[in-house]
C-alpha cells in the first residue's frame, strides 16, 4: 500500500477501512458514538503518523491504531468518572479497568441501538433511523423530505444528544 | 487491560470481518477530514493535502508558465537585438538620403551666384527703386 501522501490515497484508505474501524470500535466499546469519534481518532492519529507505518499491511496498521484507542478510551479516568458517577446514583458495579477485555456483539448493539432510535420522538425518530441505521447523510435526508439541509442537521444533531443520553443510562442502569 | 498481541488483533479483525460488520456512520468520512483541516489551520501548519491529479496539474501548469516566460524572454532579446540591427540601418540611410537632400556648393560657386544677382539687381533698377545710391 502507497504511504499517505496525498488526498487521494487518504480518502481511499478511509474508505476501504471505515466499516472495518468502526466494527471493531463497536466491538470494544459497545457504544455506536463512542465507536463513532474512535474511529475518526483513528484515522486522524493515520494521517499524522503515516511517516511511522511501513507500507506493508494497512489493514492491521489501522486497525492496531483503532484498537489501541479502545483500549486507551476503556483504561481512561474520563471513562471511569463516568461510571463512578452512575455508580452513586444508581448502585451499579463499578467494571474495573483492570479486567480482562471483553467485546460486545456488534448485531446485539445495533439492535439496542435501533429500539433506542424507536423510542424518540418525531421527527427525531424517523431522522435517527434513517441517518444512524440506514446509513443516509442529512443532504440526502432533506432531499427526500423536502426540508432544509440546516433542519434536518439540527434534527440529527438532537436525535444524537438524545441517544446518547439514553443510551448511557440504559447501559449503567 | 493491556494492549492486544498480534494473535488477537488478527482474531478480532477475523470476527470483525465475519460475523459483525457494521457499517459506519454516514457522515464518519467527512467530519475526518473537516477535523483534519481545523487541526492543520490551528497547528499553523500550511501543509495542504492535494490529490496526485490536482498536483500533477499544478506541477504542468507551472511548467507552462515557466516556458511561456522563457519565450517572452527570448522573443524580448530577439527583438532587441533585431531592432538594433535594423535601426542602425535605417540611421545609416537616413544619414545618406539627408546628405544627398542639400547641395554642397564651393564658395566659388556662392560668390558667382551673388555676383549675377547683384548684375540682375543693377540692370533691373531695382537698387535705385528702393532708394540705394551706387556708391
Not at chain 1, 144 to 169: D, H, S
Not at chain 2, 4 to 9: A, R, W
Not at chain 2, 107 to 123: A, F, G, S
Request: negative net charge; glycine residues 4%; charged residues 30%.
Amino acid at each position: 500500500m502507497e504511504k499517505i501522501d496525498s488526498k487521494d490515497n487518504y480518502i481511499r484508505l478511509i474508505q476501504e477501512y471505515q466499516n472495518l474501524v468502526f466494527s471493531i470500535c463497536l466491538k470494544m466499546t459497545g457504544d455506536y458514538f463512542i465507536a463513532e469519534d474512535i474511529s475518526q481518532e483513528t484515522f486522524l492519529a493515520a494521517y499524522r503518523h503515516y511517516e511511522e507505518f511501513d507500507g506493508q499491511n494497512a489493514k492491521a496498521w489501522i486497525c492496531r491504531i483503532a484498537s489501541n484507542k479502545c483500549i486507551d478510551y476503556l483504561k481512561s479516568p474520563g471513562r471511569r468518572e463516568v461510571l463512578e458517577n452512575y455508580d452513586s446514583d444508581s448502585g451499579i458495579e463499578i467494571v474495573s479497568h483492570e479486567e480482562p477485555l471483553n467485546l460486545y456483539i456488534n448485531k446485539e448493539v445495533m439492535e439496542d441501538f435501533n429500539k433506542e432510535c424507536e423510542k424518540l420522538k418525531e421527527p427525531y425518530k424517523t431522522i435517527a433511523i434513517e441517518h444512524f441505521i440506514r446509513g443516509k447523510t442529512a443532504k440526502a435526508i432533506a432531499l427526500e423530505r423536502q426540508e432544509g439541509l440546516k433542519t434536518v442537521q439540527t434534527w440529527i444533531y438532537r436525535a444524537r444528544q438524545m441517544l446518547q443520553k439514553n443510551i448511557r443510562l440504559e447501559d449503567y442502569a | 487491560m493491556n494492549y492486544l498481541s498480534g494473535e488477537e488483533l488478527q482474531k478480532l479483525i477475523a470476527s470483525a470481518e465475519q460475523d459483525d460488520y457494521v457499517q459506519a456512520p454516514p457522515e464518519l468520512m467527512e467530519n475526518i477530514l473537516k477535523e483534519l483541516d481545523k487541526s492543520d489551520t490551528k497547528s499553523g501548519e500550511n501543509k495542504k493535502v492535494i490529490s496526485i491529479e490536482e498536483r500533477n496539474k499544478k506541477i504542468s501548469e507551472y511548467r507552462k508558465y515557466t516556458f511561456k516566460v522563457f519565450l517572452a524572454t527570448a522573443a524580448c532579446v530577439i527583438l532587441s537585438v533585431i531592432s538594433q540591427i535594423s535601426s542602425f540601418g535605417k540611421v545609416h540611410n537616413i544619414d545618406e538620403s539627408y546628405n544627398n537632400r542639400f547641395e554642397y556648393k564651393t564658395k566659388q560657386e556662392v560668390m558667382e551666384e551673388n555676383k549675377t544677382m547683384y548684375q540682375t539687381l543693377k540692370e533691373t533698377d531695382l537698387f535705385a527703386n528702393i532708394g540705394i545710391t551706387e556708391d
